[in-house]
Structures are given as structure tokens and as C-alpha cells.
């Protein structure tokens, strides 16, 4: 089970999930929806998640971009195992 | 053709050249960001996530010093933080953005190895370091393959109350987990190379 420390808000998630070594994991194995149900769990909030890749294209998305959020976050990755392939991430919740 | 219609024409390619202007522009645009939540500590999670990727990537080169490691080190992170640029996070508000690496060899119970690797960042006046500990604890050399004892292990100030986990593979001996951060291994080599879970890889030479 998942517990977040208190000083880690909602800006913070993914860079936390980052360094717990969740979400280079979960996006480079393709684990999109695991990540999706991980993020649900944990703000218990309705987010919308886009992943693109370098050039642009979105690799994954889920919830409505189109209702209004009040946070916009967007996290970069820069690859795994020290291979060079990044990934942006945009979390609106 | 006429003074009047000459004008027409030049003002036309003038609006097609300033039309195509704005269009390459664009291209060169932030992609994806609207809106931004600022926040310092995040980008020293970001920095640190840079730092994790480029010391994989550097400490792949097999290296044993500083200058080959910080090469590697700074191409990587130069890459990285042209793509950060270019998402817009920055917002040409960063200020100086500092970050180095280096190693440290040590060498005990006659095994070279590198105790150490350590990055520093820093980013709009906030530091931060990222440590990669490796330490022999013994070596046992009475049976047939020496068999060593090491402590490894991950630190960050991000996160100061506790150290951080890894799990290694050993390329040229057999590795066992004692606990969260001793393990034991049997060299069947003189040299010992390990990859941990993140990709950074250290080095054990028996000599």
C-alpha cells in the first residue's frame, strides 16, 4: 500500500512517484493503465493524464481534457536505465 | 504595370514572407504546456531524475575516472536539459542551473573499488546531492573463490530520513542479499561489475 509523506500536494505526485521508482517503471514497461488506476487511488480526484513522447505524439491519455482543472502539472523523464528516450507527462487534476 | 499595382505586389510577398515568418516561428514554440504549477521542489525532483539517468549512462563507460565520467555525465545531462527547455518548464526563469559528478575510488582488504559517486545540483538558489555508496565491509580469501562483503546503497537529500534501496546484479561472481543493503558475493573474477536496478554500475577489482 501507498502512502504519500504529508509535505508531498498534488504538484508534487509525480515527481515523488519519480523518485520511489514508480513511474520510469510504470511508463517505459507501457504500464499506462496501472498508472492511471496508481494516480486514481491516490488523489482521489478527477485528473486527466497525457503522456507524450519527444516529437510530440501522445503515446496515452485518459480522462477529459476538456472539463476545467485547477492544477496542471507536467513532469519530464528523460529515459531508463540510462538510455535516452523522454517522456512528458501532463497531470491535470 | 503600374507604380500602384507594383505596390499591391510587393505588399502581398511582404504579408507572405511575414505569414511564413510566424509559421516557422511557431514550430519552435514550447509543444505542450498550458499551464504550469511552479514549484522549486519539483524541479529538484526533476533535476535529481536527470542526474539518476545520466550517471547510468556515464558509469556504462566502464570508467574509473572523474574526466571520462563527467563527459559522459554533461552529454547526457545537456540533452536532457534541452528537452526540459523545450517543454516550457523552465519558463526562462531557472536562473543558473548547476550540476556535477564525481568519483571517488576506494581500497580496502587489497580490492579497488569505487566507493563513491556523488552528484550535486543546484537550481534558483536550492541545492541538492545524490549519493551512489558502495563500501567493503570483508573479504573472506580461504575458500576456493573469494568471497567479499559490501554495503550499497542510495542517498538523496530530497528525501535525507532515509536511504534508498537498491537491488544489484553481479557480472563475474555470484551475489546474495544479506539484507536491505549488505550483500555477499563469491568472485569468480578478479574483476567484479555490478548494475543496479537504476542502471549505475560499479566496479570491485581483487588484487
Redesign the interface.
Given at each position: 500500500m501507498l502512502s504519500i509523506p504529508h509535505d508531498i500536494g498534488i504538484g508534487r505526485i509525480l515527481a515523488w512517484l519519480d523518485s520511489a521508482g514508480l513511474l520510469k517503471k510504470l511508463i517505459y514497461s507501457r504500464k499506462y493503465d496501472e498508472l492511471n488506476r496508481m494516480l486514481l487511488l491516490l488523489l482521489d480526484k478527477p485528473f486527466s493524464l497525457e503522456i507524450y513522447a519527444i516529437n510530440g505524439t501522445l503515446i496515452f491519455q485518459s480522462g477529459s481534457i476538456n472539463r476545467p482543472y485547477s492544477h496542471s502539472i507536467v513532469y519530464v523523464i528523460t529515459g531508463v536505465n540510462g538510455s535516452f528516450d523522454p517522456r512528458i507527462i501532463v497531470l491535470r487534476v | 504595370m503600374t507604380v500602384n499595382s507594383r505596390s499591391q505586389i510587393y505588399l502581398i510577398v511582404c504579408i507572405i514572407i511575414i505569414i511564413l515568418s510566424l509559421s516557422l516561428l511557431s514550430a519552435f514554440e514550447p509543444?505542450?504546456?498550458?499551464?504550469?504549477?511552479e514549484?522549486r521542489?519539483?524541479m529538484l525532483?526533476?533535476l535529481?531524475?536527470?542526474a539518476i539517468?545520466?550517471?547510468?549512462?556515464?558509469?556504462?563507460k566502464y570508467v574509473m575516472n572523474n574526466t571520462v565520467l563527467n563527459q559522459a555525465f554533461l552529454q547526457?545531462v545537456h540533452?536532457?536539459l534541452y528537452?526540459?527547455n523545450r517543454?516550457g518548464?523552465f519558463k526562462g526563469k531557472a536562473g543558473k542551473i548547476s550540476i556535477t559528478c564525481s568519483l571517488v575510488i576506494g581500497r580496502s582488504y587489497n580490492v579497488t573499488y569505487i566507493k563513491l559517486y556523488r552528484v550535486t545540483y543546484s537550481f534558483s538558489s536550492l541545492n541538492g546531492t545524490y549519493v551512489v555508496h558502495l563500501d567493503v565491509l570483508d573479504v573472506d580469501r580461504l575458500s576456493i573463490y573469494p568471497v567479499i562483503k559490501i554495503r550499497y546503497y542510495h542517498y538523496?537529500s530530497?528525501?535525507p530520513s532515509m536511504i534508498r534501496v537498491r537491488s544489484l546484479v553481479v557480472r563475474g561472481g555470484m551475489i546474495l542479499r544479506n539484507n536491505d543493503t549488505v550483500f555477499t558475493i563469491t568472485a569468480l573474477s578478479k574483476n567484479i561489475i555490478m548494475k543496479d536496478?537504476?542502471?549505475?554500475v560499479t566496479f570491485l577489482r581483487i588484487d
Open positions: - | 509543444l505542450y504546456v498550458d499551464v504550469i504549477e514549484d521542489i519539483v525532483y526533476q535529481e531524475s536527470i539517468e545520466a550517471l547510468a549512462y556515464g558509469s556504462t547526457y540533452n536532457a528537452v526540459l517543454t518548464i538523496s530530497l528525501t536496478d537504476l542502471g549505475i
